[in-house]
């Protein structure tokens, strides 16, 4: 027996290969199919079963094109609709794969189709569980997003307790647990860097897990403090029901080189939007004018889904020489397949033909300080409400990125500002955002707040976020 995590950082998301005696089935797979192919020819295995743990709001799952390609069966669990053949399981199923069963748990709550699926090895013990959003690392699956008619996310909670009590915490100690995210997901609260544990010492330490825990006290605990999902995470479940398309479709259409009188006609008689992938410090010194930026060394796919509401948005984009497949592909991820090309040769290129840059002042955190003193800055924050209310610049204001655009009205043109995040990132992301709607008055503080906390900048006194509420 065979089992094998195969985890994508910048989604914060695991995907599972488990294979017995020539048999192999897939859970919860990324966009695109090749990986798990190539893998199970390597193994010399046959893929059996993709199974899904329930439809994924924060990824375009490739199930759809997995099973077109091997003949698989797509299972689901109870509730589970689509537009496309599955086997919808019934609780308590088992599937064969090899010598070994897969036993379908229904456990609704994060979604109504939510299903665990636990592992039962050669000589029939229970040896692990595939728990999706039902059971993260020092975590459970927020119960927000499958909210209908009169269904409401306490409700969901209910389910979820009932769920994690009948179904999983009465699994032995020594099951290991195979959740499908970790930190960084927004699928979730609170998950561990983490990406695997005992249940056993999840019964000690995960908060929803409390034995003595009452249902209400779970509900109260597991709602509070829920930001509003990402905007995309409805269009990518609906994306999962009705079946994607195939990513060679994807990256025949998106990974194309586009000379710059075209990749500059796309732009403007097209509508499409200029996405500049490369680092901060290059994006500062030279960008594409109105291009915005989000960094493929980073949480590049969320962000994009965070920040372009239309799945349909046109895209041309500028990256590293040798890296515009995985650009294409990682957008692919969630759900942005209308790409349409990156520029051939880079800024440089561009800078070549005769066209105009644009560029982001960026200080070093020393330089910030020193202009500090003088008093008067506009400092803007844009790290997460909890970030900002643990300790934050004194008087900083705080834009959150994620919902910046639906907060412009808090910024002036006639002022300047000096924007920060953690580290450097998020803050060119905003800074991009704020000159493509006209505010050019921007200074970055390149490090974020880590390189600002080394400076005598007064802060205010920290807060430990799992205090705040």
Same mark, same amino acid.
């Given at each position: 027996?065979?089992?094998?995590?195969?985890?994508?950082?910048?989604?914060a998301q695991?995907?599972y290969?488990?294979?017995?005696?020539?048999e192999?089935?897939?859970?919860?797979?990324?966009?695109?199919?090749?990986?798990?192919i190539l893998?199970?020819?390597k193994?010399g295995?046959k893929i059996?079963?993709i199974?899904?743990?329930?439809f994924?709001a924060?990824f375009?799952?490739?199930?759809?094109?997995l099973a077109?390609k091997?003949?698989?069966?797509?299972?689901?669990?109870?509730?589970?609709?689509t537009? &496309?053949?599955i086997?919808?399981?019934?609780?308590?199923?088992?599937?064969?794969i090899?010598?070994?069963?897969?036993?379908?748990?229904?456990t609704?709550?994060?979604?109504?189709?939510?299903?665990?699926?636990?592992l039962?090895?050669?000589?029939?013990?229970?040896h692990?569980i595939?728990?999706?959003d039902?059971l993260?690392?020092g975590?459970v699956?927020?119960?927000?997003?499958?909210?209908?008619g009169?269904l409401?996310?306490?409700?969901?909670a209910?389910?979820?307790?009932?769920?994690?009590?009948t179904?999983?915490?009465?699994?032995?100690?020594?099951?290991?647990v195979? *959740?499908?995210?970790?930190?960084?997901?927004?699928?979730?609260k609170?998950?561990?860097?983490?990406?695997?544990?005992l249940?056993?010492?999840?019964?000690?330490?995960?908060y929803?897990?409390?034995?003595?825990m009452t249902?209400?006290?779970?509900i109260?605990?597991?709602?509070?403090?829920l930001?509003? *999902?990402p905007?995309?995470?409805?269009?990518?479940?609906?994306?999962?029901?009705?079946? @994607?398309?195939?990513?060679d479709?994807?990256?025949?259409?998106?990974?194309?080189p586009l000379?710059?009188?075209?990749f500059e006609?796309m732009?403007?008689h097209?509508g499409a939007?200029?996405?500049?992938?490369?680092?901060?410090?290059?994006?500062?010194?030279d960008?594409?004018?109105?291009?915005i930026f989000?960094?493929?060394?980073g949480?590049?796919?969320?962000?994009?889904?965070?920040?372009?509401?239309?799945?349909?948005?046109p895209?041309v984009?500028?990256?590293?020489?040798?890296?515009?497949e995985?650009?294409?592909?990682?957008?692919?991820?969630?759900g &942005?397949d209308?790409?349409?090309? &990156?520029?051939?040769?880079?800024?440089?290129?561009?800078?070549? @033909?005769?066209?105009?840059?644009?560029?982001?002042?960026?200080? *070093?955190?020393?330089?910030?300080?020193?202009?500090?003193?003088?008093?008067?800055?506009?400092?803007?924050d844009?790290?997460?409400? #909890?970030?900002?209310?643990?300790?934050?610049?004194?008087?900083?204001?705080?834009l959150?990125?994620?919902?910046?655009?639906?907060?412009?009205d808090?910024v #002036?043109?006639?002022?300047? &500002?000096?924007?920060?995040?953690?580290?450097?990132?998020?803050?060119?992301i905003?800074?991009?955002?704020?000159?493509?709607?006209?505010?050019?008055?921007l200074v970055d503080v390149?490090?974020?707040?880590?390189a600002?906390?080394?400076?005598?900048i007064?802060?205010?006194?920290?807060v430990?976020?799992s205090t705040l509420?």
């Amino acid at each position: 027996m065979k089992v094998e995590q195969i985890y994508t950082g910048c989604l914060a998301q695991g995907a599972y290969y488990i294979e017995s005696d020539g048999e192999a089935a897939i859970i919860d797979p990324l966009r695109e199919s090749e990986p798990y192919i190539l893998k199970a020819e390597k193994e010399g295995a046959k893929i059996k079963y993709i199974f899904e743990t329930h439809f994924h709001a924060d990824f375009v799952s490739g199930h759809v094109d997995l099973a077109a390609k091997t003949g698989a069966t797509i299972v689901y669990g109870p509730n589970a609709k689509t537009e &496309y053949d599955i086997h919808e399981a019934t609780d308590g199923e088992l599937f064969d794969i090899g010598k070994i069963k897969i036993k379908v748990l229904h456990t609704p709550g994060h979604t109504m189709e939510s299903t665990t699926y636990l592992l039962i090895d050669e000589s029939g013990r229970e040896h692990a569980i595939f728990s999706g959003d039902t059971l993260f690392i020092g975590d459970v699956g927020r119960p927000d997003l499958a909210q209908k008619g009169t269904l409401t996310q306490d409700d969901l909670a209910g389910y979820l307790y009932d769920s994690l009590r009948t179904k999983i915490m009465t699994l032995p100690d020594e099951v290991i647990v195979y *959740p499908a995210h970790g930190a960084g997901s927004a699928c979730g609260k609170n998950m561990s860097k983490e990406t695997t544990d005992l249940l056993g010492n999840q019964k000690k330490t995960n908060y929803a897990l409390r034995a003595d825990m009452t249902k209400e006290e779970f509900i109260k605990e597991v709602t509070d403090g829920l930001l509003p *999902p990402p905007q995309y995470f409805a269009q990518n479940v609906a994306m999962n029901k009705s079946g @994607a398309k195939g990513m060679d479709e994807i990256l025949e259409k998106g990974n194309v080189p586009l000379e710059v009188e075209t990749f500059e006609a796309m732009a403007n008689h097209e509508g499409a939007l200029v996405l500049d992938t490369r680092s901060p410090a290059e994006f500062a010194a030279d960008h594409v004018p109105n291009s915005i930026f989000i960094g493929i060394d980073g949480s590049f796919a969320p962000w994009v889904g965070a920040l372009i509401p239309d799945l349909e948005q046109p895209i041309v984009f500028i990256a590293a020489e040798g890296r515009e497949e995985e650009i294409v592909t990682r957008l692919s991820r969630v759900g &942005y397949d209308n790409t349409l090309g &990156y520029l051939s040769g880079g800024i440089a290129a561009w800078k070549a @033909a005769g066209k105009d840059t644009d560029k982001v002042t960026s200080i *070093p955190a020393a330089q910030f300080a020193g202009a500090h003193k003088g008093g008067g800055l506009n400092v803007m924050d844009v790290r997460k409400p #909890s970030e900002f209310e643990a300790e934050h610049v004194e008087d900083a204001m705080n834009l959150p990125l994620d919902f910046i655009s639906e907060n412009m009205d808090q910024v #002036s043109k006639k002022k300047q &500002y000096h924007i920060h995040c953690a580290g450097g990132y998020r803050s060119m992301i905003a800074a991009s955002i704020l000159k493509s709607r006209g505010f050019h008055n921007l200074v970055d503080v390149a490090g974020g707040f880590k390189a600002i906390s080394e400076t005598d900048i007064p802060t205010t006194n920290y807060v430990c976020p799992s205090t705040l509420k």
